[in-house]
């Protein structure tokens, strides 16, 4: 995930927990701490994590170029890694669940994400927000099962590393997961692609840069578009000036009537 728009520095989290391994690239921008980036990433933990390692990166920022620096940073055997990026929310249920659903040398698993709509739109009827521990839940007007998205994954690194990993031929926004996941089905291993209830995508401004590819830039505007509401939410929007108009002239109609 790119955080922040464009950086000259990239940084890997390295992040363990138990037997887990949980990469996630974070693009680091010239004159600010890094580390509040990091925030939600842990945000749903239980006590609090100290055993982490940075990894950085002086080159442009590359998500595949970053998990794979990261996965083969870790030095201590076989280990299941969680490919997760900052803006992820994950609970201690989930992490069972990735551990149940992945197997070295049988099966990868890749979970279908909840992704939530802009908190400004969904909650535009109070005066703020509200914490996003309240805003996780699974309804048609708060978010979306985002399964054309295949960047969190559970998968032991024998497995990232005999397959080839991701493609750094790859560059910018979007593309080097949906390769991988494709290495996944045309290989030998079972791929399990299934809603989980305990992942949620925490929704952030995102900018569609120019540099990008034309395939790139249409996915990364796709991802733009279906993240700010639901269809019924959008359309109350684009039909706002008609449905006030239209209240206007019923209180209109209304207050002509009372007084005749």
């Not at 363990?16 to 004159?31: M, N, T």
């Not at 982490?52 to 620096?69: D, M, Q």
């Amino acid at each position: 995930m790119t955080v922040g728009g464009s950086g000259l520095t990239s940084s890997q989290l390295c992040h363990q927990r138990g037997k887990s391994f949980l990469p996630a690239p974070v693009e680091k921008i010239p004159g600010k701490d890094i580390l509040p980036t990091l925030e939600p990433i842990t945000m749903a933990s239980e006590s609090d994590f100290h055993n982490y390692t940075l990894v950085s990166l002086n080159e442009e920022f590359n998500r595949g170029r970053g998990l794979n620096v990261g996965a083969r940073a870790w030095d201590k055997g076989e280990v299941l890694m969680f490919f997760c990026d900052v803006d992820i929310y994950f609970s201690a249920e989930f992490l069972n669940s990735c551990r149940l659903n992945a197997e070295p040398g049988k099966k990868v698993f890749y979970p279908v994400v909840f992704s939530l709509y802009n908190p400004a739109i969904v909650y535009a009827n109070q005066e703020v927000p509200p914490p996003v521990e309240q805003q996780l839940v699974h309804k048609k007007d708060s978010g979306f099962w985002r399964d054309f998205g295949f960047g969190m994954t559970c998968q032991y690194r024998s497995d990232f590393l005999t397959i080839g990993g991701f493609d750094m031929e790859v560059k910018g926004w979007g593309g080097e997961d949906v390769h991988l996941y494709r290495k996944y089905l045309h290989g030998d291993l079972i791929v399990i692609r299934t809603p989980v209830p305990g992942l949620f995508h925490l929704w952030h401004e995102k900018r569609c840069a120019d540099e990008l590819t034309p395939e790139q830039y249409r996915m990364c505007i796709q991802s733009k578009a279906m993240n700010e509401a639901s269809h019924s939410h959008l359309g109350m929007l684009v039909f706002r000036e008609e449905i006030e108009t239209h209240l206007h002239k019923q209180a209109y109609r209304t207050n002509s009537e009372a007084v005749g």
